[in-house]
T-cell receptor, first 119, second 114 residues
């Protein structure tokens, strides 16, 4: 297993177009997280999945954003009608966690990200 | 709700000198605190984490951090900087164990002078 994989690494799109990013987590990890990182800032949480269930979405995730994780494996993040403000690095992370607070778990491993530029 | 503030967006140190990166947290519950490093065009790598087991936490690459509840701080240090330490460093907080819905600071860029 080579870690968390994100594709594409770079995407340039015209304003108004739709884009989709893919994240392949570490195979045994049941949790998957999406973050957005703009230049000069720390990553901001967008959403996360436990298996195939999307458990939480940030207010940052507008109606133009949708994420899926079919069958609890890879995940996709789609942005519809892109705007210049969507230009950012989109990071995916995965981890394994059992139970609630105090349960067994691993650290989260991050992918290298997809850099989106909207022109 | 949890948040962190990193003091200083940029730190420049000489090779061999002490590296000190400052992080203060705010949390309504006992916090779980993290330091990550990010190299250009790369994802984030975990340096160390505080999960209430010990206040002095040792991480990879010679880094360590001390949790001080009275000061609400979790500063990162390394006794002797190496050229390979040049990167961006992020402090982050979570309110639950093994929960990586993290709130990150704005980051501190470290440059190392030869």
């Amino acid at each position: 297993d080579t870690g968390v994989s994100q594709n594409p690494r770079h995407k340039i799109t015209k304003r108004g177009q739709n884009v989709t990013f893919r994240c392949d987590p570490i195979s045994e990890h049941n949790r998957l997280y999406w973050y957005r990182q703009t230049l000069g800032q720390g990553p901001e949480f967008l959403t996360y999945f436990q298996n195939e269930a999307q458990l939480e979405k940030s207010r940052l995730l507008s109606d133009r954003f949708s994420a899926e994780r079919p069958k609890g494996s890879f995940s996709t993040l789609e942005i519809q009608r892109t705007e210049q403000g969507d230009s950012a690095m989109y990071l995916c992370a995965s981890s394994f966690s059992v139970g609630g607070g105090g349960g067994r778990g691993t650290e989260a491993f991050f992918g290298q990200g997809t850099r989106l530029t909207v022109v | 709700a949890q948040s962190v503030t990193q003091l200083g967006s940029h730190v420049s140190v000489s090779e061999g000198a002490l590296v000190l990166l400052r992080c203060n947290y705010s949390s309504s519950v006992p916090p779980y605190l993290f330091w990550y490093v990010q190299y250009p065009n790369q994802g984030l790598q975990l340096l160390l984490k505080y999960t209430s087991a010990a206040t002095l936490v040792k991480g990879i690459n010679g880094f360590e951090a001390e949790f001080k509840k009275s000061e609400t701080s979790f500063h990162l240090t390394k006794p002797s900087a190496h050229m390979s330490d040049a990167a961006e460093y992020f402090c982050a907080v979570s309110g639950r164990l093994n929960d990586y819905k993290l709130s990150f600071g704005a980051g501190t860029t470290v440059t190392v002078r030869a």
